[in-house]
């Protein structure tokens, strides 16, 4: 449904392919020719955010080493 606008490419009719393509903000589109192929790849899945539990878990983990650590220095 959505596709990934900077991913876009043009395969022509002789085999070579061009890929849209930015520098600095600027946007470099590709020629279309008679014959050409546009190809749209659809976005990838957004990975999920960090559920609560998991962010507890990891923050008492570093916690828990970072006592050990000042234990074991003093």
Do not use: C, D
């Not at 990934?4 to 903000?25: D, E, I, P, Q």
């Amino acid at each position: 449904e959505r596709g990934w606008m900077k991913k876009v490419y043009v395969v022509h009719a002789n085999g070579s392919a061009s890929a849209t393509g930015s520098f600095l903000g600027i946007r470099k589109n590709p020629k279309v020719l008679a014959g050409s192929r546009i190809i749209v790849p659809a976005k990838p899945e957004k990975q999920r955010n960090s559920s609560t539990g998991e962010i507890v878990g990891i923050a008492s983990v570093l916690t828990s080493l970072a006592g050990i650590l000042l234990a074991v220095l003093k």
